[in-house]
């Protein structure tokens, strides 16, 4: 299950022609670069979760690159105050175009990775389908064709060959080709990651964004050791494993948020998530469920980085996730009231239940953007992946760059692009000294991509799943499975369900949507109902004034119950704004072994 048909057919031509979940996911990644590059591609990162079924094992695949081994703090700042609105108090994040927001793309040595040790096909095999794509053109849906119009000034006033590669943007339902993505996707099948980092792609990468004013240069691609495998953070929920990808993302949001919810008296009379008198999306279990991801959130906000890189940091996993921990955060929960914001960094509190506060120990507020991709493939041997391919934000800092000469000098006359933009990860960094996130040479930055999966008692795989993007992910991720392990919903019907959004800014093109006229379906934000804040505060589930989106379709005694005990609320939020609450994905296994798979009507998806 994908956000694109295209995409999801390439992953079952792979799986037809003998491929495993390994070689079918990086089809589907490789076919969604050339059907929603305003989301995904090889400027992009890459986290994974594979699981085997005959070990019933599992294992974190981790294609994220540093930073430039030549980046400052003092510069990035510099270009983040530089950019800033007159007037912008405190810590202000780098500009999502800057150049200095671009970190090694890791996505071309995650495929390389999965296909390697997971694979059954050649790499080559498995990039097949999206190089047919790329030569002969795809069917841009709605959604994408909507989101891709939204970058339209982004792409015009990017450097390189954004305009030319990407402009102008393609209606819903024209077949778009991409002939420079299919000759770099031919060179990534013949010679592999290395002809990706040490050829002509990252010398071309490396001029363009020096071009720019970067500092990002040939060694910071060739020399990056790749895609890492690691072990995978685990917990578990009503019985079930949960299985998350561990730092620098925030896959522990998710763990966390459930272990707090694992026990909880939600309505102050006993009452459980999944109890007959805690109904499905009712008042109770949506205030329990945002509170929980509020807290969680803050956290990791708090403690999620590269801690590997060192600069002070820490891996604090193992606190965060322990039983103890999530008891004394649920001693921060109200059924009849909202944790205040200076309150829901729990690991920094003397007690959870004095009047002390954290101050602005989560530091500034966290994006809210987060167009990215997400999938699911399960194979016939029950193997199974689920990845997310990002390119941050959108196009992310829309730069495509060109192919240099045969000399290595500036991008050749020809301008003949690469077919991708790269990412703006380094956006994800902090730029305050002495947090833990804080902006470092050769550093990975706070990462909000996660897969998921959900396992049963003995370790047998029940569901694949994930939900992207930005800060929607961990949240996304929550209300899929409670709506799974509490409620027993299938896999549709757990992404079609009417989702919450906390902090819920627009992205770059939600944002657009939110003046549009009316999209397919159901049309706009209802008249009188208040759009969601893009404000610096609240559009961060962790700061004072965050709102609480509640998508269309949620019960208005719902929204009336989060009203009283609190919550700043925007209702009935639908047409393109939809977009806020992310696009999910799910392969389900249910009784007799019969799998199940569900793609969300708010992308373009297919299962």
């Not at 999965?114 to 059954?120: I, M």
């Not at 690691?230 to 917990?235: G, K, N, Q, T």
């Not at 509190?349 to 120990?361: F, I, Y």
Request: contains cysteine; charged residues 15%.
């Amino acid at each position: 299950a994908s956000s694109q048909p295209a995409a999801t057919a390439a992953g079952t031509r792979i799986l037809a022609a003998g491929g495993t979940a390994a070689d079918a996911a990086v089809a589907v990644a490789a076919a969604l670069s050339v059907a929603e590059p305003c989301s995904t591609g090889l400027g992009g990162d890459v986290f994974a979760l594979y699981y085997t079924a005959a070990t019933r094992s599992v294992a974190a695949l981790l294609g994220a690159g540093p930073s430039p081994a030549r980046l400052t703090l003092a510069a990035a700042a510099a270009a983040a105050a530089a950019a800033a609105p007159a007037g912008a108090d405190g810590d202000v994040p780098l500009p999502p175009a800057s150049p200095l927001a671009v970190t090694v793309p890791g996505a071309a040595s995650a495929w390389a990775a999965l296909v390697d040790a997971h694979g059954a096909l050649p790499l080559a095999a498995a990039l097949a389908p999206a190089i047919d794509l790329a030569e002969g053109g795809v069917v841009v849906g709605e959604v994408t064709a909507h989101q891709w119009g939204a970058a339209t000034d982004l792409l015009a006033a990017a450097p390189g060959a954004a305009a030319g590669t990407f402009l102008p943007p393609p209606p819903a339902g024209a077949v778009w080709a991409n002939p420079d993505l299919a000759a770099t996707l031919r060179g990534l099948a013949a010679g592999g990651a290395d002809w990706f980092y040490g050829g002509p792609v990252g010398a071309a990468i490396a001029a363009e964004v020096a071009a720019a004013g970067g500092v990002m240069d040939a060694a910071d691609l060739a020399g990056w050791a790749g895609a890492t495998w690691a072990d995978p953070l685990r917990s578990t929920y009503r019985g079930h494993g949960v299985v998350q990808v561990p730092m620098p993302t925030h896959g522990i949001s998710v763990c966390l948020a459930l272990n707090i919810l694992d026990g909880l008296d939600v309505d102050g009379r006993g009452g459980r998530l999944g109890d007959a008198g805690v109904p499905w999306g009712g008042g109770a279990a949506t205030h329990a469920m945002i509170e929980a991801v509020r807290v969680a959130m803050a956290e990791a906000k708090v403690h999620v980085c590269d801690y590997k890189a060192g600069a002070g940091s820490a891996d604090r996993t193992a606190e965060l996730l322990s039983p103890a921990f999530a008891a004394r955060c649920r001693r921060l929960f109200r059924p009849d009231g909202v944790i205040p914001a200076a309150r829901l960094v729990a690991s920094r509190l003397d007690a959870p239940d004095s009047d002390d506060d954290n101050g602005d120990a989560c530091g500034r507020p966290q994006k809210p953007y987060g167009e990215t991709v997400q999938f699911v493939v399960v194979d016939a041997a029950g193997n199974a992946c689920s990845m997310v391919n990002s390119n941050y934000m959108g196009f992310g800092t829309g730069i495509v760059p060109r192919l240099v000469g045969a000399d290595g000098g500036a991008p050749d006359g020809g301008g003949r692009g690469v077919g991708f933009s790269l990412q703006n990860r380094g956006c994800g960094f902090e730029l305050t000294p002495g947090h833990a996130n804080v902006l470092a040479p050769a550093k990975r930055p706070f990462h909000t991509i996660i897969p998921g999966l959900l396992l049963g008692p003995g370790g047998e795989l029940v569901a694949a799943l994930g939900c992207m993007g930005g800060m929607m992910q961990p949240q996304g991720h929550t209300q899929l499975l409670v709506g799974v392990v509490d409620y027993g919903l299938g896999a549709q019907a757990a992404v079609d369900a009417p989702r919450f959004c906390v902090g819920g800014g627009y992205g770059r093109a939600a944002t657009a949507a939110a003046a549009a006229p009316a999209a397919p379906a159901d049309g706009d934000t209802a008249a009188g109902a208040a759009p969601p804040a893009r404000g610096r505060g609240a559009a961060d589930p962790t700061t004072p004034g965050a709102v609480v989106s509640v998508e269309r379709g949620v019960a208005a005694a719902t929204a009336a119950h989060l009203a009283a005990v609190g919550h700043p609320l925007a209702t009935d939020v639908g047409g393109w704004a939809r977009g806020l609450f992310g696009k999910a994905t799910m392969a389900l296994r249910r009784e007799g072994g019969v799998w199940h798979a569900g793609a969300d009507p708010r992308s373009d998806g297919c299962a």
